[in-house]
């Protein structure tokens, strides 16, 4: 795991903006860095060093091939790559180091783009290819790890974080403020879920995907490997067989992350997907070997999980590390918590998952499993069951009884009758009902009208009332909630210099459940039915039977009737806020008050003003007062 950089320009490149972008992401590689020049000096390609495979120096980057062809800089894992180094020598490539950073190197030497099909990982890499005279970028099946670039007429710039490319002089700071507000609006949403991103200069290359660039010509080429497409040979399967393939898949899955020359632990929550991961990585290290679990606690509030968290160490009897994250630590590290994660997020559960990896980091462990991917892939939220339900009467099938028993195990899986009727009336006139009786929470009501407007350019491509359950949870995995949550896990893990490894994202599982019926995902009114029926004898009854899906967020409500309602007005009181221009200032205002009255259920649309005023202030701000480097200054000199 670890921070990549580099500029190709159509003359020298300044080595010193290389170096600025490379000091920017310390955090993710503080065990070394590099920098690789060309000869003529037009190609400059940076690398922060993580050790986790083979940490001796032999495995150091930008990595260069034995006959100098080829120079990569890698963040990620290949966690197939011990089978893919055993092949490749069989073709008679020689290695150095026992790196996956060089599997992916002789790979790529020996089978250009062609080898992407055969890696199982995580990964953003470029590869300079001499012979061919081109840049080759890729990213992997999932978005796990991000990359970032700027192609212009006569450069192109590509990092890990916006930090390093905003300091960049030639790079605009500018904001799609649109794309901002309709995050905020539905921050199921990604802010990074299309090529373009909220700094208007600067690109991503989308899961699947890799790029091309003619180091001559800059001529670009943008192609997807891989997309999520039924298999025919799980197709027709029933839970039975479906379930016995899961669990040798995700078994697999968890075996090669565990592959590290560093400590590895665990994320564990009171919920099935993490639950599942340590139990099934107790099956796999045997009775007596530890192995070390870290849970966010919330003491005393309907947030705790411990009930069920202490369960699975029980069962596993792994030594176990509670950290409690809370309101007042969140104030005092938010400049720094914002900094990392460079982006608005969606609520103060980012804030706990940056405290859980905080945790990892003082007990030593260097990566860490944990169970996101699954509730996308599988079907593992309420509201998916009204994409299910559509999909089983499109097929002329309609069980009173197993919607009787959805309606009653999962009461929010169907909008109640008062939602529907309040979501069916004009803007117009649920924004003068909430005025008149001092309620409602839309957060539209908080935008100018002119904000609003712009809100419509971007509405919802999702909608569980129309979709398939497979497109559906496609679409969840691959452009909606997933990559949000994933780069929330890149970020927070990274700040600590912590690698976060997911087995739920691995293309064979992906593979498996997009083919199978809907029946078998969400079938006997039941989330993640598969992962249930795989895990029986595995896990404790009363985690696997539990249907009460609450995710690892803290009490928001109570933090902010305490310590953060005083954050949030010092934030909408403030004359930086009326100055955006986009805001209702009168209505959040009001709003504050009424939180103060007692209107408990405004914590979480009072959350989005603030933390959009704290990442202006601690994001924003601060890289508008970065010392910028141009790409082509000889002399190095900040500008």
Not at 124 to 131: E, K, S
Not at 248 to 260: E, T
Not at 610 to 628: G, K, L, N, P, Q
Request: proline content about 4%; hydrophobic content about 40%.
């Amino acid at each position: 795991m670890c921070g990549i950089a580099g500029i190709l320009a159509r003359r020298r490149v300044n080595s010193y903006a290389v170096k600025a972008m490379t000091d920017q992401m310390r955090h993710r590689g503080p065990d070394g860095e590099g920098i690789w020049e060309s000869l003529d000096g037009r190609i400059i390609l940076g690398h922060r060093r993580l050790a986790i495979i083979d940490p001796t120096p032999a495995a150091s980057q930008p990595m260069v091939s034995h006959d100098g062809d080829y120079v990569l800089t890698f963040n990620g894992e290949i966690y197939n790559y011990l089978e893919l180094a055993t092949h490749l020598k069989n073709l008679g490539r020689k290695f150095r180091s026992n790196s996956d950073s060089e599997v992916l190197l002789q790979g790529y030497a020996e089978e250009s783009e062609s080898i992407l099909k055969s890696l199982n990982g995580m990964f953003a890499f470029v590869i300079y290819d001499a012979r061919r005279k081109k840049l080759f970028c890729a990213r992997d099946r999932f978005g796990e790890k991000p990359f970032l670039y700027v192609h212009r007429s006569d450069f192109f710039a590509f990092a890990s974080e916006y930090k390093a490319l905003l300091c960049l002089a030639e790079v605009s700071q500018c904001l799609e403020v649109e794309r901002l507000l309709t995050f905020l609006n539905e921050p199921r949403l990604g802010l990074e879920d299309e090529r373009e991103t909220i700094f208007k200069d600067i690109k991503q290359l989308l899961p699947g995907e890799y790029l091309t660039i003619d180091t001559m010509s800059f001529d670009i080429k943008v192609e997807r490997y891989w997309s999520l497409e039924k298999n025919d040979e799980f197709q027709g399967f029933e839970i039975d067989e479906a379930a016995y393939q899961f669990k040798s898949l995700l078994s697999d899955s968890i075996k090669i992350r565990m592959r590290s020359d560093v400590p590895v632990g665990s994320c564990l929550s009171g919920g099935l997907d993490s639950a599942s991961i340590v139990c099934l990585n107790r099956e796999t290290l045997g009775p007596s070997e530890n192995y070390n679990v870290f849970t966010g606690r919330f003491p005393g509030t309907k947030s705790d999980e411990w009930e069920y968290a202490s369960e699975i160490i029980k069962a596993t009897q792994f030594r176990s590390h509670v950290v409690t994250p809370s309101p007042r630590g969140f104030l005092s590290e938010l400049p720094n918590f914002m900094w990392y994660n460079e982006l608005p997020v969606g609520s103060s559960s980012q804030y706990a998952q940056w405290c859980v990896f905080r945790l990892a980091k003082e007990a030593g462990v260097t990566v860490l499993l944990d169970g996101q991917g699954a509730d996308e892939l599988l079907g593992g939220y309420e509201q998916y069951f009204r994409a299910y339900l559509l999909t089983r009467r499109a097929a002329g099938v309609y069980d009173a009884n197993e919607e009787n028993a959805i309606r009653s195990r999962y009461p929010s899986a169907h909008l109640t009758i008062k939602q529907d009727i309040l979501s069916r009336l004009p803007e117009g006139v649920r924004y003068k009902l909430a005025n008149l009786f001092s309620k409602g929470s839309d957060f539209r009501f908080g935008l100018t009208p002119e904000a609003r407007d712009k809100l419509k350019k971007f509405d919802s491509r999702l909608c569980s009332e129309t979709l398939m359950l497979n497109e559906y949870l496609r679409e969840e995995s691959f452009r909606a909630h997933l990559p949000t949550l994933l780069r929330y896990g890149d970020r927070n893990s990274m700040a600590h210099s912590r690698e976060v490894r997911l087995p739920f994202c691995d293309h064979r599982i992906a593979e498996l459940a997009f083919s199978l019926s809907p029946h078998v995902l969400m079938g006997d009114a039941q989330t993640k039915r598969l992962l249930r029926e795989s895990m029986k004898g595995i896990l404790p009854e009363v985690i696997r039977t539990r249907w009460n899906k609450q995710g690892f967020i803290p009490p928001q409500e109570e933090w902010f009737n305490t310590d953060l309602i005083d954050w949030v007005e010092e934030m909408v009181t403030s004359a930086s806020f009326v100055e955006r221009g986009f805001w209702n200032v009168a209505w959040w205002r009001a709003a504050v008050r009424r939180m103060r009255a007692g209107e408990r259920h405004l914590a979480w649309q009072l959350w989005r003003p603030a933390i959009c005023e704290s990442w202006y202030r601690f994001v924003v701000d601060r890289a508008a007062t970065m010392s910028r480097y141009s790409v082509f200054s000889a002399s190095g000199q900040v500008i």
